[in-house]
């Protein structure tokens, strides 16, 4: 029989017993060996008690030194209904990163209370963490009901206390004894006013799939060639796909249908949420790492702006407004700029105003990510709606996030209207296919020099060209940028989409821009169709740029005067694999420019040397 996967995170306040329940579940279900037993009970002995069960989970010595549970421990078992994956994580305040990470992928809860204490304020904050992640099923086990004499009154009353962490979450509560056995396997006949079923009972019945299955999230990862095909492998996060459906491919919004599925074994007819097939479609359409495969009639938002929680994992705050960490959500990865906006108070899920977050906090930030993301609010869609963060500088993970909502970007209900007049239609008419000359340098290396020669050049030949120029559109669609490095950033993105637009209206679009950052030029090259997009590297030493400079600009540089300017005080990273180098301190003007052409002119795809030459 394939038993379906349930995975669980069990949390709790200090010495509430969650290293014991689970010792105690392994126990019962056989998942432990003899040896590991007699172990266990040999060291139990020489503290005088019985075998304690707790040891089969706390690893570490500092956990068996201070007694309670620090990392996250993660034990699988199985039963004749079910297979488990359970997620053992720490109780303290000062380890809720732990605990956000066991309950990344869960789907559903255990909450221990000491039956002794009741509702403590960390059990309040655990509470308050398992809405917040989105977790919809969750037990409450109140434990040590032993040493109340099992109470059905301290029961009752810390069930009350419960009620208002809640309202929102599918909720059972049980009285059990982990060191006793009391509830956990079997029904105990020292409560017999319970009626419920025992915990393992109930964590059989929990159901493993909480996904809206019209949601069809596929994750490209890699593109394969197998039997002679292209072959898309990547995740199915969400939904389902059978061989013959119509899905729309992100970012080009292309429709296709699927031609075959694969797994390492066989073929499938359809593939399910949890899986990692090999996916076929039926048109050579642009697809690469990045790009997802999503049902037609139920797209992902598709912005680079959202509101989301996220709890930080560094020891160094994260400030009002930053830059420079990197965000990795499912195949993409990406900078942002995150603007703090609250902190969360989880012991009663109020916001407050804060300026910075600090290790273990929770807060609501504000994030604008450099490229375009397909994505879902993680109520949605687990997958699609979570992110981490990454310091660039340590390559530590420095945050887990979940989004809330989009704060601007593409609706789902909003579609991309298109021409009946397509570019293939246009390029016969202008007699040549299109493309984008992307002009990249130093300050005063000669790139807009070269671009207003090349421009007149194929305009000349009569090609259908235009040259876009950074300067000129800082005068009006980039007018209400500046020259921080998100700015730049922007600036650089915005430029890729009028290019792409250009382009998909026939024309050979010629872009000067200095673009000093590789993953900014790589974003461009990712709009536009891998054989018509020609990354130009404009070479120049920086002594001749400086002498070449009638701006001024390096001389403001060097005395200070401009901060973060390319070359002298931010740098420049030299393109590693462009389609051409040219060396303007080498070359006449009119070389460099016969040099793009012949390049651009032997592609007989790219310039077609058809109706004007």
Same mark, same amino acid.
């Given at each position: ?10 949390? !709790?306040?200090?010495? /509430?017993?969650?290293?014991? &329940?689970? @010792? ?6 056989? *998942? =432990?060996?003899? #040896? ?11 503290? !005088?008690?019985?075998? /304690?069960?707790?040891?089969? &989970?706390? @690893? ?6 201070? *007694? =309670?549970?620090? #990392? ?15 997620? /053992? ?13 066991? *309950? ?510």
């Amino acid at each position: 029989m394939n038993k379906a996967l349930l995975r669980i995170v069990t949390t !709790g306040s200090v010495d /509430d017993g969650k290293s014991t &329940l689970m @010792g105690r579940l392994l126990y019962e279900t056989k *998942a =432990i060996y003899e #040896d590991q037993y007699e172990a266990i009970k040999k060291v139990s002995l020489k503290k !005088g008690r019985e075998a /304690d069960l707790s040891l089969l &989970l706390d @690893g570490l010595s500092a956990e068996r030194e201070q *007694a =309670i549970t620090i #990392d996250v421990a993660y034990r699988y078992f199985s039963t004749k209904n079910r297979k488990f994956i359970i997620a /053992d994580c720490p109780g303290h305040e000062q380890y809720t990163k732990n605990m956000v990470t066991g *309950a990344s992928t869960a789907n559903a809860a255990i909450l221990l209370i000491d039956a002794r204490k009741g509702l403590t304020p960390q059990s309040k904050r655990h509470l308050t963490l398992i809405s917040l992640l989105n977790i919809k099923y969750v037990i409450i086990a109140i434990n040590k009901m032993d040493l109340i004499n099992y109470s059905e009154v301290t029961f009752n009353r810390i069930k009350s206390e419960c009620s208002n962490f809640t309202k929102n979450l599918k909720s059972v509560f049980i009285p059990v004894s982990a060191l006793k056995g009391d509830n956990i396997v079997k029904t105990s006949i020292n409560m017999p006013w319970y009626f419920g079923t025992p915990l393992l009972g109930c964590m059989e019945g929990i159901p493993d799939k909480f996904s809206n299955l019209s949601s069809f999230r596929f994750s490209v990862q890699l593109i394969t060639h197998t039997e002679g095909l292209r072959g898309l492998a990547g995740y199915v996060s969400s939904g389902s796909v059978k061989k013959g459906d119509e899905v729309v491919v992100l970012p080009s919004g292309l429709t296709t249908r699927i031609k075959k599925i694969l797994t390492y074994d066989k073929e499938l007819e359809e593939a399910q949420e949890g899986q990692s097939p090999l996916i076929f479609i039926d048109k050579d359409i642009d697809v690469s790492r990045g790009s997802m495969l999503v049902c037609r009639d139920n797209p992902p938002l598709i912005g680079n702006k959202f509101e989301a929680m996220i709890c930080w994992m560094q020891d160094r705050p994260i400030k009002g407004l930053e830059g420079k960490y990197l965000l990795k959500h499912t195949t993409k990865e990406t900078e942002v700029i995150i603007k703090v906006k609250h902190k969360i108070n989880i012991d009663n899920l109020t916001e407050e105003i804060a300026e910075d977050l600090v290790l273990n906090d929770l807060g609501i930030v504000e994030i604008e990510t450099f490229q375009k993301l397909f994505f879902d609010p993680y109520k949605e869609n687990s997958y699609t709606g979570s992110f981490i963060l990454i310091d660039p500088i340590t390559n530590n993970t420095a945050a887990a996030g979940t989004i809330l909502k989009a704060t601007t970007g593409k609706s789902s209900n909003i579609t991309w209207s298109r021409s009946d007049i397509n570019q293939a239609l246009r390029e016969d008419q202008f007699g040549h296919k299109a493309c984008v000359l992307w002009l990249t340098g130093l300050p005063s290396s000669g790139k807009s020099t070269l671009a207003t020669y090349l421009e007149k050049m194929l305009f000349t030949k009569g090609k259908n060209v235009l040259n876009i120029d950074g300067d000129n559109l800082r005068h009006g669609l980039c007018n209400d940028l500046g020259f921080s490095d998100f700015d730049r950033d922007e600036n650089i993105r915005r430029a890729g989409e009028v290019a792409k637009i250009l382009f998909n209206a026939g024309t050979i679009v010629i872009c000067s821009f200095v673009s000093p950052k590789k993953v900014h030029r790589d974003f461009v090259r990712g709009l536009i169709p891998k054989d018509r997009f020609f990354e130009i590297f404009i070479q120049c030493d920086l002594y001749t740029c400086i002498q070449r400079d009638t701006k001024g600009l390096y001389k403001r540089a060097i005395n200070k005067e401009i901060k973060q300017f390319t070359g002298i005080t931010s740098e420049y990273e030299i393109p590693p694999n462009p389609e051409l180098t040219i060396n303007t301190k080498e070359s006449s003007v009119k070389s460099c420019a016969q040099s793009i052409f012949n390049l651009i002119y032997s592609k007989d795809y790219t310039i077609n040397p058809g109706k004007n030459k």
